[in-house]
Each structure stands twice: as C-alpha cells, then as structure tokens.
C-alpha cells in the first residue's frame, strides 16, 4: 500500500519564477531541468525541499485562489527570515487564519499562478494537544 509521499507538482506558467521561488523562500534545491528535452507533458524542474520531491511543469496556471495548500514546516528562529524573503519577491502574502494559542504560527502566500503555499511552525501533536486543551477549557 502507501510507503509516503512521492511527490508533489506544481503546473505554472513561468518556470524560472517558479525556480526562485522555490530556492529564495524554501531553500530547495533543483536536481533536475528537462531544458531541450521533454519526457513528460511538458518543460518540467525538480527540486528535493526538506526531503521532498518538488517537481514544476510548465502549463496554464489555476484559474481561482482557494485555501487548498501546501505546508512546509519551518523553525520558530526562521519565521521572520521567511516573511522578509517572500516580501522581496514581492508575493501576495494573506493573513493567517485564527488560531489556538500554541499551535504554532503560520505565514500563507500565493504564487503568480494561484498556489496558495504556507510556512508553519507547529507539528501535528501540538496542534492536537492544544485543540484538546481548548476542548477541555470549553467543557
């Protein structure tokens, strides 16, 4: 059955915008550029961000913005670091959702083609204690 994530794709229109992106603001890493060639659908670019396989495909962007997303987890120490390189690209930052204390603290930004990515510092089993404290608070 399912072993983990294999990877995940992003379909944009410009892959070189997409490409700093991915390196100034996550840190990836590209492994691969189809240049000339083309296996697939289309140009494509991999990338390894913490451990995971990023590939970008070049295409129509999505047509709408929605809160389907990708989270990367990121450390508390980086959260300001991370805001400052994603204003410098000058991309469309929203504001995080209302949270439980504790929980960690989120930056959600959108690329030119729609991607709505979120930075986050919390893990699973914070985010579940807290949400049960709040339950517990509320009984």
């Given at each position: 059955m399912i072993e983990g994530l294999s990877h995940i794709t992003f379909v944009v229109r410009d892959l070189e915008r997409m490409t700093a992106i991915l390196e100034d603001v996550l840190g990836a890493e590209e492994v691969y550029s189809s240049g000339a060639e083309q296996f697939s659908l289309s140009p494509e670019k991999f990338f390894l961000v913490g451990g995971v396989w990023i590939a970008i495909m070049e295409g129509k962007p999505l047509a709408t913005r929605s809160y389907n997303h990708v989270a990367f987890k990121i450390?508390?120490?980086d959260f300001d670091l991370?805001?400052?390189?994603?204003?410098k690209l000058?991309?469309?930052m929203r504001p995080p959702r209302p949270r439980v204390e504790g929980e960690g603290r989120s930056i959600y930004f959108y690329d030119e083609d729609n991607h709505l990515f979120e930075l986050h510092t919390g893990t699973l089993a914070e985010r579940l204690e807290r949400y049960a404290k709040a339950?517990?608070?509320?009984?």
């Open positions: 450390d508390e120490a991370c805001v400052d390189r994603i204003r000058g991309l469309d339950r517990e608070a509320a009984e």
